[in-house]
């Protein structure tokens, strides 16, 4: 399967600690991006990157979510200090030119 | 603020029953519009992507159609196994996606 890949698939975490998702994009595309979707709701933009470069973040990217793209391959997203209201998918999507979504992590906070 | 609104919320079909789900925009300087479907727990599917007004794209059971202000995805003569969240996004500046909440339909057999 060539598809984006997400991992872990479902995480539930305590309040206060720290959790980091992975993102494996479609190998060729060199564009990556994460979203937080809640119940109800379309997919929120949260960060995008080319490459390595990190070149856009939203509002929604408070100072406890940091990500990162080492060598333009895999991403990670961090949420340090987690608050309930953090609860979501995180979904990550990779293009060339249409976005290509992953299935997403279930992020639960107790 | 640029917006996108989807109607209805949610649709009940029964099987055979042709439809159309809206997409309504308010975006300054459309760069793209894009279907997704969506099944419950999973990331988005990509259907369409749509750039100008008049603009059609089909694939089995699935028309999409953009106008100026909108976008209507047709279901001809569905069946169950279509059943799903349908989303529609914008691409206004940038590279993200702008989403609606999607329509949520339902076809019974």
């Known amino acids: 399967d060539t598809g984006v890949s997400q991992n872990p698939r479902h995480k539930i975490t305590k309040r206060g600690q720290n959790v980091t998702f992975r993102c494996d994009p479609i190998s060729e595309h060199n564009r990556l991006y994460w979203y937080r979707q809640t119940l109800g709701q379309g997919p929120e933009f949260l960060t995008y990157f080319q490459n390595e470069a990190q070149l856009e973040k939203s509002r929604l990217l408070s100072d406890r979510f940091s990500a990162e793209r080492p060598k333009g391959s895999f991403s990670t997203l961090e949420i340090q200090r987690t608050e309930q209201g953090d609860s979501a998918m995180y979904l990550c999507?990779?293009?060339?030119?249409?976005?290509?979504f992953g299935p997403g992590t279930r992020l639960t906070v107790l | 603020e640029d917006q996108v609104t989807q109607s209805p919320e949610a649709l009940r079909l029964q099987e055979g029953e042709s439809s159309s789900l809206n997409c309504s925009y308010t975006v300054s300087g459309l760069r793209g519009l894009f279907w997704y479907r969506q099944d419950p727990g999973k990331g988005p599917e990509f259907l369409f992507t749509?750039?100008?007004a008049g603009e059609e794209k089909e694939k089995e059971r699935l028309k999409a159609t953009l106008t100026k202000k909108e976008s209507f995805l047709h279901i001809t003569a569905p069946k169950p196994e279509d059943s799903a969240t349908y989303l529609c996004a914008v691409r206004v500046r940038g590279t993200a996606l702008i989403f609606g909440k999607g329509t949520t339909l339902s076809v019974s057999s």
């Open positions: 749509l750039y100008s």
């Open positions: 999507a990779s293009s060339s030119e249409d976005q290509f």
